[in-house]
């Protein structure tokens, strides 16, 4: 962590990824985190699009079985 202008910069290092899979990771932190807590920082709600991409992303692993928690159904 260090301090910037405007604010401070926080910078995280994931250890143990084979080299044939860092983009996929590093893209998924992006869009799986750094988007989101950016959005909710800086407008306080999430984007339509980043909205869309996590349901997109829940019916996928829904589809491939990869979906290890319950779903609740919609109210």
């Not at 405007?6 to 998924?28: K, V």
């Not at 750094?34 to 829904?62: F, M, Y």
């Amino acid at each position: 962590m260090k301090k910037v202008a405007g604010g401070t910069a926080l910078t995280f290092t994931q250890i143990g990824i084979p080299p044939h899979r860092y983009s996929g990771h590093y893209r998924g932190w992006i869009e799986t985190y750094w988007t989101p807590v950016r959005e909710s920082l800086e407008d306080g709600q999430l984007s339509e699009k980043t909205l869309a991409r996590v349901e997109l992303n829940r019916q996928e692993r829904i589809a491939n079985g990869r979906f290890r928690r319950s779903i609740s159904k919609k109210v």
